[in-house]
């Protein structure tokens, strides 16, 4: 099991940045290949970034290359999204999750999720 919490949120200007964090505990947070998904009102939760267990992967949404990037630090349990150059579309609840198997793209894939955090971008 692992319990994930995120952080970072908040209200932000168009072309501003924000860095997420994702804290992980209980199991060896390393074990985990992990992702960020994220979901405005009304819309089912897509896929954002994910990494693999030793961040020797990583896998990018098309609608945020080149503007997130996610890394993460396994010493301190904890996962990051960095978001450069944000647009009012990016406005959603971010939500870290972890995955025991491979990463990928589908919600399904993954068995943790965090309670999520606020992205609101303002124009």
């Known amino acids: 099991q692992v319990q994930l919490v995120e952080s970072g949120g908040g209200l932000v200007q168009a072309g501003g940045s924000l860095r997420l964090s994702c804290a992980a505990s209980g199991r060896t947070f390393s074990w985990y290949g992990m992702g960020w998904f994220r979901q405005a009102p009304g819309k089912e939760r897509e896929f954002v970034a994910a990494t693999s267990r030793s961040a020797d992967s990583t896998y990018y949404a098309d609608f945020v290359k080149g503007r997130f990037t996610i890394s993460r630090d396994n010493a301190k349990n904890t996962m990051y999204l960095q978001m450069n150059s944000l647009k009012p579309e990016d406005t959603a609840v971010y939500y870290c999750?972890?995955?025991?198997?491979?990463?990928?793209?589908?919600?399904?894939?993954?068995?943790?999720w965090g309670q999520g955090t606020q992205v609101t971008v303002s124009s």
């Open positions: 999750a972890a995955s025991g198997r491979m990463i990928g793209i589908a919600v399904e894939q993954y068995d943790y």
